[in-house]
């Protein structure tokens, strides 16, 4: 079998709305998640042993990290396909930053499980690798589909939404973690929302969901700021620009993201951030349909 590879789209929450915590610890969740067209890349070949390997821009951060998602995911695949550790040398291109609220690491482990099946021929369906996925989260199963979707529970609860259209995007992280664990808490400590599930836009056309965007809220977003206000910067800096029609973080953050009418608008505000904040990192985009090979 020659090398495979697979990109492992970054993963945007459109909104998100987190009620109280519940009697197991967890946070109910209803929230619009959309794919882009960039993230990691990837490669799986044949080996003797199971192993991985990491470069990239980002792979700095993942040092001396022995429970890597892509790793705990694979074992689970061969422990339940019983095959144990499936005989695999994977190489990751980490090209998204690490705990940045795009869900990273579960899309890097859904890429994986699916290179792993199809190269080891495992008689495993999507809805059998989605089970497999819920190891390394709760959103373990939506990177895996990677397909805009409804979330709901803790968010293993998913509703396909095809109808979201394309939707031009800004991706900007300003450099710093925003790790979820302690978003939640501060989250916790002040006022507390509900997981509300608002109705759908009256159309999908990218006018009509922007305006209903507007109304939607990201609930972690000011406990997110509180703990690293260079968000709140960053947030900033993306209203700003021209042609944004709606700035919002994504998941707990650190990276914010800015919805446009045009690729071309977006291309533009790209160009002017990153010339003004080279220090961040700074992408456009398109959410919704990612080219995965």
């Known amino acids: 079998m020659a090398a495979v590879t697979r990109l492992a789209p970054a993963k945007v929450n459109l909104f998100l709305h987190i009620g109280p915590v519940d009697a197991d610890g967890y946070h109910p969740l209803a929230s619009l998640v959309a794919f882009a067209d960039v993230g990691d890349r990837l490669t799986l070949e044949p080996a003797d042993r199971l192993s991985l390997t990491v470069a990239g821009p980002f792979a700095g951060a993942l040092d001396g990290r022995d429970d890597n998602l892509v790793l705990r995911a694979l074992r689970t695949l061969g422990e339940a396909a019983g095959v144990g550790d499936p005989p695999l040398r994977v190489a990751l291109d980490k090209r998204l930053p690490v705990a940045a609220g795009l869900g990273g690491g579960s899309s ?3 890429a994986a499980l699916r290179l792993a099946r199809d190269a080891l021929g495992l008689p495993l369906d999507d809805a059998a ?5 819920d190891v390394v989260g709760a ?3 939506m990177c895996l589909h990677a397909r805009s979707a409804w979330a709901e529970g803790r968010g293993e609860r998913l509703t396909f939404e095809p109808r979201l259209p394309p939707l031009p995007v800004l991706l900007v992280n300003p450099g710093v973690p925003s790790p979820t664990g302690a978003v939640y808490g501060a989250y916790d400590a002040g ?6 599930r608002p109705r759908p836009p009256s159309g999908w056309d990218p006018a009509s969901v922007l305006a209903w965007l507007a109304d939607q809220r990201n609930d ?3 406990p997110a700021v509180a703990l690293q206000p260079v968000i709140g910067e ?3 800096a993306v209203e700003a620009l021209p042609g944004v029609r709606l700035a919002r973080m994504s998941g707990s953050g650190a990276t914010v993201f800015a919805l446009f009418a045009t690729a071309a608008a977006a291309d533009e ?13 700074v ?4 959410l919704a349909s990612p080219r995965l090979n």
């Open 108 to 110: 890097d482990a859904g």
């Open 129 to 133: 690798l989605a089970g497999i996925a």
């Open 139 to 141: 959103d373990g199963p």
């Open 191 to 196: 006022p507390v929302r509900a997981a509300d």
């Open 220 to 222: 972690l977003q000011a």
């Open 234 to 236: 960053a947030l900033a």
């Open 269 to 281: 505000a790209a160009r002017l951030l990153a010339a003004s904040r080279p220090d961040w990192w």
């Open 283 to 286: 992408v456009s985009t398109r």
